[in-house]
């Protein structure tokens, strides 16, 4: 991404003190610390949202649940033109472990950042993973990962997709807003929705 000319920043959640919980602030919910206020800056500005996990046991590590957890916290909030905040965002997953399980543990990641108004692009996860039981991790010595053809086919067309998706939104100013803003709905105008109550 860099080298087309995004701008990018990581960071790892276990790095920070982010409570569990679908509040904005979990400090007004009897949690001692948050860091996800200060987080939230970054996220909320980013066009581009990748979201990195191992697979323990099978399944997306507990951070990547508190990820989306706190995501949907903020999925109320609205962006400028008065629809969800992440309309007009894309995102993606990358996924390492040494269990099988890449496609499991996408699943149900993209569907929630769909669901709280992500747009997620095709080919949007990508994954490695060494044989099956104790191995190697992706960046070992001779784990084979940075190497795998596979992988690393998916990573580009993921990181492709979601530079060309995040350009034609930003160029076409997001979703039009005709039959989006809870803000219309909620006022009457439910944009199409009962005109024709004999096909349902």
């Known amino acids: 991404m860099e080298s087309q000319g995004v701008t990018t920043e990581m960071f790892r959640l276990v790095d920070h003190a982010v409570a569990p919980g679908v509040y904005p602030d979990m400090r007004e919910y009897g949690w001692q610390e948050d860091a996800w206020p200060e987080l939230w800056p970054k996220v909320e500005a980013a066009d581009i949202l990748i979201v990195g996990t191992p697979i323990w046991l099978g399944e997306n590590s507990s951070q990547t649940r508190v990820l989306i957890e706190r995501l949907y916290a903020m999925s109320g909030l609205h962006n400028t033109k ?33 669901h709280i108004g992500y747009s997620i692009p095709p080919a949007a996860d990508a994954g490695w993973i060494g044989e099956a ?37 930003k160029s076409h100013g997001g979703f039009p807003v005709e039959g989006n803003t809870q803000a219309a709905w909620d006022s009457g105008t439910q944009s199409g929705f009962g005109s024709n109550p004999e096909y349902r």
């Open 133 to 169: 039981g104790p191995g190697p991790s992706y960046l070992d010595e001779g784990s084979g990962g940075p190497e795998n053809d596979f992988t690393n086919r998916n990573t580009s067309f993921m990181t492709w997709n979601l530079m060309h998706l995040a350009a034609l939104l």
């Open 82 to 114: 008065g629809q969800y905040v992440y309309y007009g965002k894309v995102a993606g997953m990358l996924i390492t472990g040494n269990e099988d399980g890449v496609k499991h543990a996408a699943m149900s990641t993209l569907y929630s950042l769909q």
